[in-house]
């Protein structure tokens, strides 16, 4: 099993171009997740999904869109990047029911910089 | 609202001595706590959880935490530090009786010196 994969690992956009991540897993799980990690300020949730066709606002949604059409993917999106996103991105994935407790898997992050 | 605050931003320790990170949690209800560690450049694993029963629990790695209801924390510990223990270290929360969504502490850098 790969676990929970991102795509792309680095990116570079200019102020006010437009981009997709991906992330993907193959372990069935109903719950995904958008983080951002920025210095000193942990793990801030953008959006996540309960299931399939579902989306929902973190703490911090706004300048993000995400889209949930196919369980094994969340992407996430930028209409229109600022400097303020430049972050590293992680997705997280989780099974609910009886003993699953919510714990997370995570991807290996996206690195983001916007000029 | 739940939060969950790590004590230190920063921990510095020798190796070969006792690792000590503080966690401390805002519920009524006991939440299922969790560790996840960060090495550098990598996403975040688990490193251990508290869900039920025994409140010592012990995780990867040597760690182990303890679930102190009365003074709602969930400290980690490991008794002799390795360089390789040197990762940032996340403490997380989720309820078990309402919206499973886990909210996380801001983490704390472990330093190991030689």
């Known amino acids: 099993n790969a676990g929970v994969t991102q795509t792309p690992k680095f990116r570079v956009l200019k102020t006010g171009q437009s981009m997709t991540l991906l992330c993907a897993q193959d372990?069935?799980?109903?719950?995904m997740y958008w983080y951002r990690q920025d210095p000193g300020m942990g793990l801030r949730l953008i959006h996540y999904s309960v299931g399939e066709g579902t989306t929902a606002k973190g703490e911090v949604p706004d300048g993000y869109n995400v889209s949930r059409l196919k369980k094994q993917n969340f992407l996430l999106g930028l209409e229109s990047a600022a400097p303020s996103q430049t972050s590293v991105y992680f997705c997280?994935?989780?099974?609910?029911?009886?003993?699953?407790?919510?714990?997370?898997?995570f991807g290996p992050g996206t690195r983001l910089t916007v000029l | 609202a739940q939060s969950v605050t790590q004590l230190g931003s920063h921990v510095s320790v020798s190796e070969g001595a006792l690792v000590l990170l503080r966690c401390n949690y805002s519920?009524?209800?006991?939440?299922?706590l969790f560790w996840y560690v960060q090495y550098p450049n990598q996403g975040l694993q688990l490193l251990l959880k508290?869900?039920?029963?025994?409140?010592l629990v012990k995780g990867i790695n040597g760690f182990e935490a303890e679930f102190k209801k009365s003074e709602t924390s969930f400290h980690l510990t490991k008794p002799s530090a390795h360089m390789s223990d040197a990762a940032e270290y996340f403490c997380?929360?989720?309820?078990?009786?309402?919206?499973?969504?886990?909210?996380f502490g801001r983490g704390t850098s472990l330093i190991v010196h030689p």
């Open positions: 519920s009524s209800v006991p939440p299922y």
């Open positions: 997380a929360a989720s309820s078990g009786g309402g919206s499973y969504i886990p909210t």
């Open positions: 372990m069935n799980h109903e719950y």
């Open positions: 997280a994935s989780s099974r609910t029911g009886m003993g699953s407790y919510n714990e997370q898997f």
């Open positions: 508290y869900t039920t029963g025994a409140t």
